[in-house]
């Protein structure tokens, strides 16, 4: 016998079973983004992870003013119970775990998916086919208002639409995950793992507090509450530092929920989380190198078996470039079937136990987030720190010293500011054929599909639904019934929300700018920009004024943040006013200022309609002579023509120092003013 054979072991050896596979997925319309699923899931993905557009998001219909350009951009648009319907056709929702990433108009979609679910089993009691149901709602909307944006009510009607939530499902879904306290987004926005640890930890505990604050769940249930709240967390590149987070996050969790909350069930204090690895660190310079990042993202949320996620997603190598590609997801679903099926990595038990520095490093994060979470607490909690600014301001000021390691070259981005060098990339030598675009007819098929629903349904069963919805919504009867009645009656997404808008009105988070630190100490490229902005002031007989504005429903407000910080560094007087502004509200706003330059952030790929709209009623109101600087994921075929439509300079992930690009703004405002 060889002694290569004799070295075989004498059995398999018995493995864990591994994560749910997902792909974060959906865009341009329902069908589309059913054959989508249905492709990946032949491919072997084991769960269904939803995105759904904008609009849908925040509770708008495809007809409203606000939803223009962004309809299908982002994700799928569901504007009725007709649309869900589609969205899951072929797929049996009673054999399938479904993530919705949804946040305030959760409890709406959860109810259209629970009716078509009904649907899909005539031959079943609606509390049968609830029972079956699995999945996950995200409904964190306390991160929403942190780093999102797609919030819509107050955050005290908001928690208390999250409680209906968790007590509906505990008692009618229990296999259903209500709401995924989401770290994820907060890394995005500049967290560090002490911030994403105890801000979310911080979430958790406001929303637990509420539930049982409402009464709804009593306290032989309540450890059943705990037992289904999941955690969504983002992993980044320094994969033992993610690694020891996670291990911190469980140490945590089993913390907090046998003290604070008495819970004796260890299953029930376990920390359960799905990730989707860091976005953010993804590079338009040579992305391929994004592979490796995925690679080294995902090692850290699966290495240790005691901290391992039970559902994993993976962005594509493109992703900074544009929307996916089929072919391009399925390469980040085999990076998982290879690590899950090929390796021996389930095969063993936590490989990071007994290990002096991993122990020492999940120590100190345990210590400084409980630091942290003191803190938060101390001002009244999640919710009160949000209301205060207190959070918000922590992120922007981490954001803007992360970004500023990177642009002094402290931290290195291979590919980005180092190792620039690089040879031809065939996969980026035909750009625009390296992204699927989103169907440009998407936003008139919607209104199409709009239109026809409406002129279908019972107009009376449909007000009459709505009517009991605003009057449940007026005392404390959980509103989940009154929801499911306006779904099963044919009420649309915009009316739903635009009901609860009249009873809970609407609300504008804190920026976080104003209280923001920004680049500690200015080096020579920061100063001589300074020097520029103040002499081209004075020529100018004034300060030199930047609006920055964010038209659409883009609620992704970082990289607005981090140039609205920088330009105050640079020593312009700053304008920003947050989210979700009309073009109108845009230009009034400049008029009213008397700003020397318009600075536009777009990421959801609407720009090629926004940007228009602004350049357009700026002519229509005298100032076309005001610059216009654009940021955002934008292609540069549609760069070049903003450019011939009169846009002055366009920005895109690629141009990482924001110092240049304050300095590229000066010189775009001294262009427009004739100045040499």
């Given at each position: 016998?060889?002694?290569?054979?004799?070295?075989?072991p004498?059995?398999?050896?018995v493995?864990?079973?591994?994560?749910?596979?997902?792909?974060?997925?959906?865009?341009?319309?329902?069908?589309?983004?059913n054959?989508l699923?249905r492709?990946?899931?032949?491919?072997?993905?084991t769960?269904?992870?939803?995105?759904?557009?904008?609009?849908?998001?925040?509770?708008?219909?495809?007809?409203?003013?606000?939803?223009?350009?962004?309809?299908?951009?982002?994700?799928?648009?569901?504007?009725?119970?007709?649309?869900?319907?589609?969205?899951?056709?072929?797929?049996?929702?009673?054999?399938m775990?479904?993530?919705?990433?949804?946040?305030?108009?959760?409890?709406?979609?959860?109810?259209?998916?629970?009716?078509?679910a009904?649907?899909?089993?005539?031959?079943?009691?609606?509390?049968?086919?609830?029972?079956?149901?699995?999945?996950?709602t995200?409904?964190?909307?306390?991160?929403?208002?942190?780093?999102?944006g797609?919030?819509?009510?107050?955050?005290?009607?908001?928690?208390?639409?999250?409680?209906?939530?968790?007590?509906?499902?505990?008692?009618?879904?229990?296999?259903w995950?209500?709401?995924?306290?989401?770290?994820?987004?907060?890394?995005?926005?500049?967290a560090?793992?002490?911030q994403?640890?105890?801000y979310?930890?911080?979430?958790?505990?406001?929303?637990?507090?509420?539930?049982?604050n409402?009464?709804?769940?009593?306290?032989?249930?309540?450890?059943?509450?705990?037992?289904?709240?999941?955690?969504f967390?983002?992993?980044?590149?320094?994969?033992?530092?993610?690694?020891?987070?996670?291990r911190?996050?469980?140490?945590?969790?089993?913390?907090?929920t046998?003290?604070?909350?008495?819970v004796?069930?260890?299953?029930?204090?376990?920390?359960?989380?799905?990730?989707?690895?860091?976005?953010?660190g993804?590079?338009?310079?040579?992305?391929?190198?994004?592979?490796?990042?995925?690679?080294?993202?995902m090692?850290?949320?699966?290495?240790s078996?005691?901290?391992?996620?039970?559902a994993?997603?993976?962005?594509?190598?493109?992703?900074?470039?544009?929307?996916?590609?089929?072919?391009?997801?399925?390469?980040?679903?085999?990076?998982?079937?290879?690590?899950?099926?090929?390796?021996?990595?389930?095969?063993?038990?936590?490989?990071?136990?007994?290990?002096?520095?991993?122990e020492?490093?999940?120590?100190?994060?345990?210590?400084?987030?409980?630091?942290?979470?003191?803190?938060?607490?101390?001002?009244?909690?999640a919710?009160?720190?949000?209301?205060?600014?207190?959070?918000k301001?922590?992120?922007?000021?981490?954001?803007?010293?992360?970004?500023?390691?990177?642009?002094?070259?402290?931290?290195?981005?291979?590919?980005?500011?180092?190792?620039?060098?690089?040879?031809?990339?065939?996969?980026?030598?035909?750009?625009?054929?390296?992204?699927?675009?989103?169907?440009?007819?998407?936003?008139?098929?919607a209104?199409?599909?709009?239109?026809?629903?409406?002129?279908?349904?019972?107009?009376?069963?449909v007000?009459?639904?709505l009517?009991?919805?605003?009057?449940?919504?007026?005392?404390?009867?959980?509103?989940?019934?009154?929801?499911?009645?306006?779904?099963?009656?044919?009420?649309?997404?915009g009316?739903?929300?635009?009901?609860?808008?009249?009873?809970?009105?609407?609300?504008?988070?804190?920026?976080?700018?104003a209280?923001?630190?920004?680049?500690?100490?200015?080096?020579?490229?920061?100063?001589?920009?300074?020097?520029?902005?103040?002499?081209?002031?004075?020529?100018l007989?004034?300060?030199?004024?930047?609006?920055?504005?964010?038209?659409?429903l883009?609620?992704h407000?970082?990289?607005?943040?981090?140039?609205?910080?920088?330009?105050r560094?640079?020593g312009?007087?700053?304008?920003?006013?947050?989210?979700?502004?009309?073009?109108?509200?845009i230009?009034?706003?400049?008029?009213?200022?008397?700003?020397h330059?318009?600075?536009?952030?777009?990421?959801?790929?609407?720009?090629?309609?926004?940007?228009?709209?602004v350049?357009?009623?700026?002519?229509e109101?005298?100032?076309?002579d005001?610059?216009?600087?654009?940021g955002?994921?934008?292609?540069?075929?549609?760069g070049?023509?903003?450019v011939?439509?009169?846009?002055?300079m366009?920005?895109?992930?690629?141009?990482?120092?924001?110092?240049?690009?304050?300095?590229g703004?000066?010189?775009?405002?001294?262009?427009?003013?004739?100045?040499?």
């Amino acid at each position: 016998m060889s002694a290569e054979l004799s070295s075989t072991p004498a059995q398999n050896p018995v493995k864990d079973r591994p994560w749910v596979m997902r792909t974060y997925a959906g865009h341009s319309s329902a069908v589309e983004s059913n054959k989508l699923y249905r492709g990946n899931l032949a491919k072997g993905q084991t769960g269904l992870s939803v995105a759904f557009d904008l609009p849908t998001q925040t509770g708008y219909d495809p007809d409203s003013p606000l939803a223009r350009g962004e309809v299908g951009k982002v994700g799928v648009p569901i504007q009725h119970l007709g649309e869900m319907r589609k969205l899951f056709a072929d797929i049996p929702l009673t054999e399938m775990n479904t993530s919705m990433t949804i946040n305030a108009t959760a409890m709406w979609l959860l109810a259209m998916y629970q009716v078509t679910a009904e649907e899909q089993n005539p031959g079943m009691a609606p509390e049968e086919v609830a029972a079956q149901l699995a999945g996950t709602t995200q409904n964190d909307i306390i991160k929403e208002y942190l780093s999102r944006g797609t919030y819509v009510f107050p955050p005290q009607a908001s928690l208390r639409l999250i409680s209906d939530m968790i007590a509906y499902t505990v008692h009618q879904i229990p296999k259903w995950n209500p709401i995924n306290i989401c770290s994820y987004h907060l890394q995005e926005a500049g967290a560090t793992p002490t911030q994403e640890l105890a801000y979310a930890l911080t979430t958790a505990i406001a929303v637990l507090d509420a539930v049982k604050n409402a009464g709804q769940v009593d306290e032989a249930d309540f450890e059943k509450v705990v037992g289904r709240i999941s955690f969504f967390v983002n992993a980044g590149v320094r994969f033992i530092e993610e690694t020891c987070k996670m291990r911190a996050f469980v140490q945590l969790w089993d913390e907090i929920t046998a003290e604070r909350y008495g819970v004796k069930d260890p299953k029930m204090r376990r920390f359960r989380y799905g990730v989707q690895v860091n976005s953010l660190g993804l590079t338009e310079a040579q992305p391929e190198n994004n592979v490796q990042r995925i690679v080294l993202e995902m090692l850290g949320v699966t290495l240790s078996k005691n901290a391992r996620a039970r559902a994993v997603q993976l962005p594509a190598w493109n992703e900074a470039l544009g929307l996916p590609r089929p072919w391009d997801q399925q390469w980040s679903l085999r990076l998982q079937q290879v690590l899950a099926f090929e390796s021996d990595l389930l095969e063993y038990e936590d490989i990071f136990d007994g290990s002096h520095v991993i122990e020492a490093k999940v120590a100190q994060l345990v210590a400084d987030a409980k630091a942290e979470m003191d803190r938060v607490q101390a001002m009244g909690g999640a919710v009160a720190a949000v209301e205060a600014g207190y959070m918000k301001s922590e992120l922007v000021s981490s954001h803007a010293t992360r970004r500023a390691r990177i642009e002094n070259g402290t931290d290195i981005v291979v590919g980005v500011n180092k190792f620039e060098t690089t040879a031809e990339s065939p996969l980026t030598a035909d750009l625009d054929g390296a992204i699927q675009t989103a169907d440009p007819a998407a936003e008139a098929t919607a209104i199409a599909s709009l239109n026809a629903w409406k002129a279908e349904r019972d107009q009376a069963a449909v007000d009459e639904a709505l009517a009991t919805l605003a009057a449940t919504a007026k005392t404390d009867e959980n509103l989940m019934a009154a929801t499911l009645a306006a779904a099963r009656a044919g009420a649309t997404t915009g009316e739903w929300a635009g009901t609860l808008r009249e009873v809970f009105g609407e609300f504008r988070a804190p920026t976080g700018v104003a209280g923001a630190v920004g680049v500690a100490e200015a080096g020579a490229e920061l100063t001589a920009v300074r020097e520029r902005v103040k002499a081209t002031g004075e020529e100018l007989n004034g300060r030199l004024r930047l609006l920055v504005g964010k038209p659409g429903l883009d609620g992704h407000s970082n990289g607005a943040e981090q140039v609205a910080v920088r330009a105050r560094d640079a020593g312009f007087e700053v304008i920003y006013q947050g989210i979700r502004l009309t073009p109108e509200q845009i230009v009034a706003a400049a008029i009213a200022e008397d700003v020397h330059c318009i600075g536009l952030s777009i990421l959801s790929g609407s720009h090629m309609e926004l940007v228009p709209d602004v350049l357009d009623l700026m002519k229509e109101k005298g100032i076309a002579d005001i610059p216009v600087i654009v940021g955002g994921i934008i292609p540069d075929s549609d760069g070049r023509k903003l450019v011939e439509q009169g846009v002055a300079m366009v920005f895109t992930p690629k141009d990482f120092s924001l110092t240049q690009a304050m300095d590229g703004i000066v010189t775009a405002i001294r262009s427009a003013n004739g100045l040499a």
